[in-house]
Each structure stands twice: as C-alpha cells, then as structure tokens.
C-alpha cells in the first residue's frame, strides 16, 4: 500500500474525520473507502473511460474539505435565481442551509440531509452506502461524506411539485473547497417523483463536487430526476449515478452540463426486472477551454426492458466533450428496445468531440438503434434565415438554440424547462431576439 | 429598379453568368427560361446573396444601390425576395415566427413600428386562406416535414406577407402538380402591383399559362441570348431551344 497521506485528497481525512457524520459501521466504510484508493489509485488516461479526459490537474489542486471551511452568511446575499415552485433544498458549498430551504413536504415523503439520516440508522442504508461502484472518485465521497439528502417516498406517494436540490457553489480564499454530496432516493411501489438537482457555480468559484447519487425505483414506481450543471469556468465536478430499476419502474434524467473547467458524469443504470424503462437525455454546451465528459452505461438485466439514450453537445471555442454510451443485454434478456443518439454541434475548428457507442449484445430477441453526428450550422440554413431579413448572428443563435430545444422540449414540467431554456440562452449571443422563435413561444 | 449589367460569376474555377444584362422596371413580370446547366439558379443565387459565387466583372443596381455590396439580410430588408427552388427544413424555428421576425426587421428598416401581435396573426391568416394552408402550418417548424408542394406555398405565402418590391422565384413549378400550381400562381398573381417587379425563372412554361409575363428571355450559357413577350415562350415550348441557340450563333 501506498503512503496513504501522500495519495490526493486522502492525506486530509484525518484532519476532517471528526466531523463526519456516523458511528463505528460507517467509520469501517469509510477506512475501507480509503483502503481502496490507496490499492488502485485514481484513473489515469490509460484507464479506457478516462482516455479524454485527465483529472491529473485536479489531483494536484490544494483544496479545503467542505466541513473545515468557513463561510460568511454574507456572502450568499441576493443569491435567489432558482425560485421554481419546488418544495427546496440549499447546499452552500455543500453545508445544508435550513434558513434558505422549505420544509413543508407533502405525507409520504420524507426528507433527511444524509448527516442526520447516517447519524439515525446508517445501515438501513447500507445497499446505497456499501454499493460497489468502480470509480476511486466514488470512494472518496464514501470516505468523506457528510451532507446529503435522503429522499423517501413511500409506497403509492406521488408527489406534485417537484424537489429541488440547490447545490451552490462560491468562491472561498484561499483554498477552494471540496465537495462531496451524497444523494439516496428511494421510490416506493408506485410512488411517483421529481427532483432536481442543480450544481451552481458562483462566479470566481474554483472549487471542486464529487456527488454520488443513488436511485432504487420499486415496482412500477416513477422517477425523473434534472441535473443542471452550471458550472463556473474554473469549477471541477464529477459524479457517479447509479439508478437500479424494478418491474414496470421508470426512470428519466436530463443532464443540462454548462461549461466547467472538467465536468464527468457517469451514470449506470441497471434494469433487473421486466418492462422498466429507462431515459436518459443529455445537453452539453461548452466554450472556451471546458471539457465535459458523460459516460453512460445502461445495463439490460431482465426481458421486455427499454432504454432511450439521447445526448447532444455544442462547443465553441477548444472545448471538449465525450460521450460515451454502453447498452448491455444480458444473456436471456430477450424483448429489449435500446436507442441512443449522439449528436454534435461544432462551432469552431479547434472544439472537439469524441462519441463512442458500445454495445454489448448477449441475446437475439432485441431491437437496437445507434447512431452519432458530428457537424457544424448548416450553411443553406443560415442563408434561408438571413434571406428572410433575420441578421447573421441572429440566425447563427436560433439555429444553435434549435438544436438545442431538441433535448430542452424533453423535460416535462413547464417551469423547469423556462428555467433551462433561460440557461441554455443566456449562453447564447443575442438571446432576446431569438426568445420569440422557439416552438414553446407559440 | 433592377440593372444587371454584363454580369460575370463564377462557382470555383466555373464561369456560369457571361456578360448578363437584364433591366427590370417597377410593375413588370419577367420570365427567365433556359435549358438545364444555362445559369438560371446561379443568378437567382447571386441576386440574393448566397456565398460561394466569386463576381469577377460587372454590376447589379438595385433601386439605385450596388446590391452585390449589400449582405442578405440587407437585400430582404431592402425588398428583395428570392422563393427558394429547394427551401429548407429548419426543425425547432417556428415558421410564423420567422415570418414575424423577417417583417418586422423590414418594417425597422423602414422606420416603421412593429405590427402587433394580433394585426400580425390576422395578416398571416388571410393570406394562408389564400394559399390555402391550414391552421397547422402556425405551429409547425420552418418547412418541417412539408411536402414538396407545401414547401412551394409556403415560399408564396412568404412574399405575401413580407409585400417585397422584386421577387425572384427560382422555379417555384417545379415539383408542382396541377392543383398546387393554380394556388401558387393565384399568389404570384395577388402579388402583382404597380410598385412591384416579379422575375420567374423556370425551366418549363407551364406556370406562365397562369402568370403572363411582360417579358420572356432566354438565357443560354450565362447570357441572355434571345428577348421577347409572352408568345417567346409559346414558341419554346413548341419548338424547344436549339433554334434560339442557333439564331444566336449565326
């Protein structure tokens, strides 16, 4: 084994382990975590899923653990953009804040930070805690956890407005923070709900959130889940989502990943039992010298089962973005429909995108799909436009935003999606005399 | 209000326009025809403003301005209007809206005010009444998913609505069955005024039984070889091109 205090991030665990959250079985998980990082160290490009995408840079940053750092009230003033009709959350660089959150949640659903529920009965969550998961970013946040939410509805609940999960992130001298959110959701037989998990960054901010989220939809129980990622142009964030689904469940995630100086998402999804369903859509926008990786891998355990992949990226400037999709079907797991669908926007030569399908096919009763494009604006496109009188920059933005809206027009409540679109223009240039041309405006 | 002046174009390294000349006044119907490969797509082409044709001599005056200065949106601001031969599908950017931008930037141009949500609706849906296109073609994407001869009338509906001073119409028959021809050659004709130029370019003169030009020329090798009226174009069809080519020559 390593020199465990010269390993990134591990060496500070001493330092903070007095402050987490959890009695001597969670200690053990947490000493293991550890233990696992030390054998088999954190990817390195030699690692297929990281070949584009090298975390040396963040391995070598000095960062502060989220529960040592301090944080002025004051700071946090005026930072009231997300007023969705949702029943709330706020994170401020990852300490749950109850003074900006709303606590009236409707019978049937009961939400804990993690802290709290870890401190009550840590090992009725152990199938969440103790999953193995092959990601070193994944350990850490099992060895540092500490804030969170525990997400429970329980059987037959459906729950009308959506939760919102705001986590903000600011600027904080002279170390940026580090953060490693944990989120559990738990859908009852039949239960049905939406949440929103929003990464913020505040201008300035350079820090650093590793999430790891956890979704178990019960027999015919119903989740959609929204990640949007706005990132702040010097900001990392990594997650690691595993979603497990059961007879007749449903599961939908929309990623919106805007800018970040290195953004990863990995998202496993495993259908093991019959007609559940799964979709996952994706809109990446990037600039500058961002780099947003998505790898998605949706696992077909059992028959009649269906997954729906549909990622777009746009990036301008020497941005990056991957997209990795897998689709595995198990051997026997016959009468399965998987799609994916990779599409790309570049809108400089210097901006790159790598799309890789993987499919792995065990049985002969399936109905695949897959296919991936890569272009720039169409150039009869944009002539069309202008010949009608709209200015060249007006018609580059609607043709980018068009491409967009169709991830954006996926996402099914009306405020949310407002709330993307308004993101997704306000990267755009000219973005009021495009507003009025999109479908959802008629 | 358009002077086309020995006009030479040119697509990479192939000359297409030789020398054209072509005066249009106000109130006039100009048909250009020509065999296939004759230039008649390039000019619509450059008298719009699409990139990718190199001018290499001559001019182009539009109402007494230099239009190959100007960028296409300038053009259209200014009045002219090209109906696509092939328009385009652009999923996602709704096809009122455009039209709305598109009038509105013109009515800017002219220091006129925007026109209000509800006079612009009655607008729009007095002249689909007479392109007869219903209610859907609101809602829907710019061309998604219309047929060919949807495209066609959408393009007419178009002029109607932006009311441009010359109007080019880059074989707006082709592709075009009987039916559909009467309709968008109702619109060409509801388009005809005194203040206004409309110059045809096609390939067959079937829609000029239903649009009578004032003028029929002939375009061959990137000049216009033969001019005359409306029974040139009788004669056209009747005889084909060879002897005008030959006429030419001699």
């Known amino acids: 084994m390593n020199d465990m205090a010269s390993i990134p991030f591990v060496g500070e665990f001493r330092q903070v382990e007095g402050h987490l959250p959890g009695g001597a079985w969670v200690t053990k998980l947490r000493e293991a975590a550890l233990a696992r990082i030390g054998e088999q160290g954190f990817p390195t490009r030699r690692n297929e899923h990281w070949k584009y995408t090298d975390v040396s840079a963040l391995l070598k940053a000095e960062f502060i653990p989220a529960p040592l750092a301090s944080m002025p009230e004051a700071f946090f003033q005026g930072v009231q953009r997300f007023e969705l009709d949702c029943h709330q959350l706020v994170f401020l660089n990852g300490v749950f804040r109850p003074n900006l959150s709303s606590n009236s949640l409707p019978a049937g659903l009961t939400v804990k930070t993690l802290a709290a529920a870890i401190e009550e009965d840590a090992e009725a969550l152990q199938p969440f805690l103790a999953r193995e998961r092959d990601s070193a970013f994944a350990a850490l946040n099992t060895a540092f956890m500490h804030e969170g939410v525990l997400i429970e509805a329980a059987p037959g609940t459906v729950l009308e407005k959506p939760l919102h999960l705001v986590f903000l992130s600011a600027a904080h001298e002279p170390q940026p923070v580090v953060t490693h959110p944990r989120i559990i959701v738990r859908a009852g037989r039949a239960a049905a709900l939406r949440f929103i998990e929003s990464h913020l960054g505040l201008e300035g901010a350079r820090n650093f959130t590793n999430v790891v989220t956890d979704v178990l939809a019960e027999q015919g129980a119903q989740v959609r889940q929204l990640r949007l990622i706005e990132a702040a142009a010097d900001e990392s964030h990594i997650a690691n989502i595993h979603a497990e689904l059961r007879r007749d469940a449903v599961f939908v995630n929309h990623q919106v990943c805007i800018g970040g100086k290195l953004v990863r998402n990995d998202i496993r999804v495993d259908l093991v039992e019959e007609n559940a369903s799964v979709a996952l859509n994706g809109l990446v926008l990037a600039n500058g010298s961002e780099h947003v990786d998505n790898h998605l891998d949706v696992r077909h355990m059992a028959p009649r089962t269906q997954s729906d992949q549909a990622y777009r990226c746009i990036l301008d400037g020497r941005a990056r973005a991957v997209f990795n999709g897998r689709v595995y079907i198990a051997p026997r797991a016959q009468k399965i429909e998987a799609n994916q669908a990779s599409n790309n926007l570049l809108l400089s030569k210097l901006a790159e995108i790598d799309t890789k399908p993987e499919l792995e096919i065990y049985a002969d009763d399936v109905k695949c799909s897959h296919g991936a494009t890569v272009g720039q604006l169409d150039e009869n496109m944009l002539f069309y436009l202008r010949s009608r009188g709209v200015d060249a920059d007006t018609a580059r933005s609607l043709l980018i935003y068009a491409f967009a809206d169709e991830i954006i027009r996926r996402i099914g409540i009306a405020s949310v999606r407002a709330a993307v679109e308004a993101a997704v223009l306000g990267r755009l240039p000219d973005a009021d005399s495009i507003r009025h041309f999109t479908m959802e405006a008629s | ?250």
């Open chain 2, 1 to 250: 209000m358009l002077k086309i002046d020995n006009l030479h174009a040119r697509v990479e390294d192939k000359e297409i326009l030789r020398g054209l000349n072509l005066e249009v006044k106000p109130g006039e119907v100009h048909a250009i025809m020509g065999p296939n490969g004759s230039g008649k797509s390039t000019l619509s082409n450059v008298l719009a403003g699409r990139d990718g044709y190199e001018i290499t001599a001559g001019s182009v005056r539009y109402l007494d301005k230099d239009l190959l200065e100007m960028a296409p949106e300038e053009r259209a601001r200014e009045g002219v209007f090209l109906a696509f031969q092939y328009p385009v599908e652009i999923p996602g950017v709704n096809n009122v809206y455009l039209l709305k931008a598109g009038l509105n930037a013109m009515r800017a141009h002219r220091g006129e005010e925007e026109l209000d949500a509800a006079d612009f609706l009655m607008l729009v849906r007095e002249k689909m009444k007479l392109m007869q296109m219903d209610e859907s073609f609101l809602k829907r994407g710019v061309n998604e998913g219309f047929s060919g001869g949807e495209k066609k009338r959408n393009e007419i509906l178009q002029m109607l609505v932006l009311e441009p001073k010359l109007c080019i119409l880059d074989e707006t028959d082709s592709g075009l069955d009987i039916d559909a021809l009467k309709v968008v050659s109702q619109g060409v004709n509801a388009s005809r005024a005194a203040d206004r130029a409309i110059v045809m370019i096609t390939h067959y003169q079937r829609l000029l039984n239903y649009v009578e030009p004032d003028f029929v020329h002939v375009l061959y090798q990137g000049r216009i070889i033969k001019s005359g009226d409306k029974s040139l174009a009788l004669e056209l069809e009747e005889r084909g091109y060879e002897w005008v080519v030959q006429e030419a020559a001699a």
